[in-house]
């Protein structure tokens, strides 16, 4: 395959093919070529998008430190905050919460150099349901008061009292939800603030015991947007 790409003479074509054999190869664990390959692709984007895959296969097989190695080498801070969560996530699944947090720690350092508003409110938003489903509520809710949007702070505040449920402390739960409706008063779009009240209003009323509805009702109005 290799081969074939040497004889491809459109510059994006021969990108987008190495970048496909790269992620193909670290799949299959073929990671010392997979990354061979990634390092000779030219355009920055794809170049990132190429070892962000490598990294988030390695980080799922375990193989943090060389996971993290890659994650060093993104100059995008998007692509580096999403591996830093599936890193950081791999370590909570291994029990290893302390390095866990320590990546979350790293990953909310990393928010600071995404410029888009969009961008970053997702980003803040994932750092506070990792925070949550690693049982650091204080933190959560700490990163959580630092999103600007409205909407995208009753989200987090939602997985949040959802991670609240489901570790059986439901009066902090309830609370956070009370929370969550004050914030949604502040969405300007009436349909919307509609939709996200009556969400809150039916978690509230419902008092779950440890289904985590809060989180997926967030979680469908977030598709739906």
Sequence with gaps: ALEVTQKIEDSNSKGRVLSDIARALAKAGEIKQALEIAQQLEDPKRKGFALSDIARDLAKAGEIKQALEIAQQLEDPENKLYILRVIASALLEAGDKPQALAILKQAL?????????????????????????????????????????????????????????????????????????????????????????????????????????????????????
Aim: charged residues 30%; positive net charge; hydrophobic residues 40%.
């Design 109 to 225: 350092e990393v928010t600071q150099k995404i410029e888009g508003a969009s961008s970053k409110r997702i980003a803040l938003s994932n750092i506070a349901r990792a925070l949550a489903k690693a049982g650091e509520i204080e933190q959560a809710l700490e990163v959580a008061q630092k999103i600007e949007d409205p909407s995208s702070k009753v989200d987090a505040l939602e997985d949040i009292a959802a991670a609240l449920l489901k570790a059986g402390d439901k009066p902090q739960a309830l609370a956070i939800l009370k929370q969550a409706m004050e914030v949604a008063q502040k969405i300007e779009d009436p349909r919307n603030k509609e939709s996200v009240l009556k969400d809150i209003a039916m978690s509230l009323a419902t008092r779950t015991s440890t289904s985590a509805t809060p989180g997926r009702r967030a979680s469908s109005r977030r598709m739906k947007q």
